[in-house]
């Protein structure tokens, strides 16, 4: 990944895997279809958040939202939440969902990097959850989160490590084993190791605060916070003042 080609601002982003995610749209909130797991994940992705960053009266940005699972968690906890994503049908379900729960989000059908040229330093905190390993250019996406966020604001990242045992637990084992996650879910030359992430957060101007891993449970169908890293794992990072 560390090789991986600068991609143009507009077009960060395969097509194959908008396609293959917006297949997924109609069952995204059906706690037991295919993203059963994300639907596991969230609690422990919110706590993250809520534990580092007040979430009532703060502006947030969620980068690659999906049909809006973790959206509508913050908003439902006080945050003003815009929400982005570029499958036209699940910004369309988020937005239907929305209008159900009656929890509002600015769902919007755009890239960050669009947006980061529209709204710089708007935000107070962002968070990308399991997106930077589907995307040509992660330091792309970060670049952008950096320039969205105001001085002090805090970016919350989730993705996977590249390591032998996130191939056996995260594609064999959940895609092909267990089937808890479609086949062709993830690629392993995608994953991105903490270092990579350290890296491109430090080329953006923000400060690696923490970094945890990320435990899917699946006999419990739950998950939690660990110190191990080597299988799915969340960062934060924080913008200097200025």
């Known amino acids: 990944m560390t090789g991986a080609p600068v991609s143009n601002n507009n077009d960060?982003?395969?097509?194959?895997?908008?396609?293959?995610?917006?297949?997924?749209?109609?069952?995204?909130?059906?706690?037991e279809g295919p993203q059963k797991a994300l639907h596991a994940l969230n609690p422990a992705r919110l706590g993250y958040v809520a534990g580092r960053t007040p979430l009532k009266g703060t502006r947030v940005?969620?980068?690659?939202?999906?049909?809006?699972?973790?959206s509508e968690a913050m908003a439902a906890?006080?945050?003003?939440?815009?929400?982005?994503?570029?499958?036209?049908e699940l910004?369309?379900?988020?937005?239907?969902?929305?209008?159900?729960?009656?929890?509002?989000?600015?769902?919007?059908?755009?890239?960050?990097?669009?947006?980061?040229?529209?709204?710089?330093?708007?935000?107070?905190?962002?968070?990308c959850m399991e997106m930077l390993e589907h995307v040509p250019d992660p330091g792309s996406v970060i670049r952008a989160c950096a320039s969205l966020l105001k001085p002090g604001g805090r970016l919350f990242l989730s993705t996977l490590n590249r390591t032998?045992?996130?191939?056996?637990?995260?594609?064999?084992?959940?895609?092909?084993v267990a089937r808890i996650l479609p086949k062709g879910t993830h690629q392993y030359r995608d994953f991105i190791k903490p270092s990579e992430l350290a890296a491109w957060l430090r080329a953006a101007g923000l400060h690696l605060e923490d970094v945890s891993g990320l435990m899917y449970e699946p006999w419990r169908n739950s998950a939690r916070v660990i110190g191990r890293t080597d299988v799915n794992y969340l960062a934060c990072a924080i913008k200097a003042q200025a």
């Open 61 to 70: 940005l969620d980068v690659g939202c999906g049909a809006g699972l973790l």
């Open 77 to 88: 906890e006080g945050a003003q939440v815009t929400a982005l994503d570029l499958a036209p």
């Open 164 to 176: 032998p045992a996130a191939f056996a637990l995260a594609i064999v084992g959940a895609e092909y």
């Open 91 to 127: 910004v369309k379900v988020a937005r239907l969902h929305g209008l159900e729960s009656g929890v509002k989000v600015d769902y919007r059908l755009q890239s960050v990097e669009s947006l980061a040229a529209e709204m710089p330093g708007e935000f107070d905190a962002i968070t």
């Open 12 to 31: 960060n982003y395969s097509q194959a895997e908008l396609d293959k995610f917006g297949a997924l749209a109609q069952r995204w909130w059906d706690p």
